[in-house]
């Protein structure tokens, strides 16, 4: 299994890079699968799970207000979207649904304003940095969590269902077919989360 394609921070000047960075990955990854084939001359398929949006980090920081704001990865990651599909036309990569955007909506706001006062000449590999030395880093990327007084607690349900419904709707419009399985952001999930997936159709679940 390969995870977290598609993953990054939306917005910054280095955006586009990471969408180079991940589309060659893509590429050199199928270059390796072409070369081994069984006795009946099929490639080795891995399962890609594909994070459907970026926290667009500008906008956050723009906004008057403390909000969320992500953008589909059809929008901020074109070239990779475009890869995935040709894996799969190969039969090279399964697509599945990993997550909306690995963030936890309602903490990551608050500590990109924290760090950051101005996003003009900031990197994405700038906002990883100032990011991971926070204690409240891992937390940050928690889909289906919010925190409170340093501990996980769940995510109202509508809100659950409204992120999976929005990341679902993203997967459908870039690979045209609907995901049929997903699995949990560092591998943490509740209930909430899984009624979340019925509702929205997802059938199975991948854990370690």
């Not at 409170?148 to 929005?166: F, I, N, T, Y």
Request: hydrophobic residues 40%; proline residues 3%; negative net charge.
């Amino acid at each position: 299994d390969l995870d977290d394609w598609g993953g990054g921070l939306a917005g910054l000047k280095d955006d586009g890079t990471e969408d180079e960075r991940q589309t060659e990955a893509v590429r050199m990854v199928c270059g390796v699968l072409r070369k081994h084939q069984d006795s009946t001359g099929r490639a080795p398929v891995v399962t890609a799970f594909v994070i459907m949006g970026q926290a667009d980090v500008p906008a956050i920081l723009a906004a008057p207000e403390i909000h969320y704001y992500w953008r589909a990865i059809d929008k901020g990651m074109p070239n990779l979207v475009e890869a995935l599909l040709q894996a799969r036309s190969e039969g090279l990569f399964a697509l599945e649904y990993h997550c909306r955007d690995h963030t936890n909506a309602s903490l990551l706001p608050s500590l990109l304003r924290e760090k950051i006062s101005d996003a003009s000449s900031v990197t994405a590999s700038d906002v990883k940095e100032l990011l991971a030395d926070d204690r409240r880093h891992k937390e940050s990327f928690a889909e289906y969590f919010d925190v409170e007084d340093g501990q996980l607690v769940a995510v109202e349900q509508s809100v659950l269902d409204q992120k999976v419904r929005e990341g679902i709707s993203v997967f459908s419009r870039a690979f045209g077919e609907s995901p049929q399985c997903t699995v949990a952001p560092r591998s943490l999930w509740n209930s909430e989360a899984e009624k979340a997936w019925k509702a929205n159709g997802l059938r199975y679940v991948h854990t370690i």
